[in-house]
């Protein structure tokens, strides 16, 4: 069975710093894909970034990426540029993409921006 | 152009009570998930639905019945409520064996009292 660990319940950071929150997971596989959602206030759930595993290059959306390692089973999270917005719990997730198609979370990050 | 909907965004209810949360999605997607946040804000997987099938039940009680009318519907039932089974439940909804995400809906806010 595949487990995420996220190993900071919480997270503050000043308005324009740069903060990076990590994520490591335990599989098996060797295809399988990572992501990272955000939840503001709203309760939305809203995609971050994807890694898929088999690219060795690390993922990029405007100020946010992520630091893969795939031997580490490491998958962090870099947001750039810090901004009010972003505050918010974080997710990392995990899921392979044959048989059993469910994301598994982890238990998240709250993500304080200090103005 | 909501993608995942689901309704109603908020449920207070009584213990004991029957309430069905519903949920639909426009994007095409071939499969639907229930997910369950507790209070420590922890998502864990209950339901997936393929086309239709279940696909995935992850040893919730059986007062939990998801439907699945077609694929672009998934339903929830819960009889006879529980203090314990107040959470936000999620429906979600992804393609089939591509390894995408999964597209979230709002939510729904379910207080057993």
């Known amino acids: 069975a595949q487990t995420v660990t996220q190993s900071q319940p919480e997270m503050s950071v000043q308005e324009a710093e740069t903060v990076t929150l990590s994520c490591t997971y335990d599989t098996s596989e060797n295809n399988y894909y990572l992501f990272w959602y955000k939840q503001p206030p709203s309760r939305q759930m809203i995609l971050v970034i994807r890694q898929e595993a088999y690219k060795q290059q690390n993922a990029t959306e405007n100020r946010f990426s992520v630091n893969f390692q795939k031997a580490a089973k490491s998958f962090s999270l870099k947001i750039s540029d810090s901004q009010l917005g972003d505050t918010a719990m974080y997710f990392c997730?995990?899921?392979?993409?044959?048989?059993?198609?469910?994301?598994?979370f982890g238990t998240g990050t709250r993500l304080t921006i200090i103005p | 152009d909501t993608a995942v909907s689901q309704t109603p965004k908020y449920l207070v209810t009584q213990m004991g009570n029957d309430k069905s949360i519903k949920c639909e999605q426009n994007l095409g997607h071939d499969t639907m998930y229930w997910y369950k946040q507790d209070s420590k804000k922890f998502l864990k997987i209950m339901f997936s639905y393929n086309n239709k099938e279940l696909i995935i039940n992850e040893t919730v009680p059986n007062r939990f019945s998801p439907k699945s009318p077609d694929k672009a519907h998934l339903n929830l039932h819960i009889n006879s409520l529980e203090l314990g089974d107040s959470a936000v439940y999620f429906c979600?909804?992804?393609?089939w064996g591509l390894g995408t995400e999964a597209f979230f809906g709002q939510g729904t806010r379910l207080t057993v009292v």
């Open positions: 997730a995990f899921r392979t993409n044959f048989g059993n198609e469910k994301l598994t």
């Open positions: 979600a909804s992804s393609p």
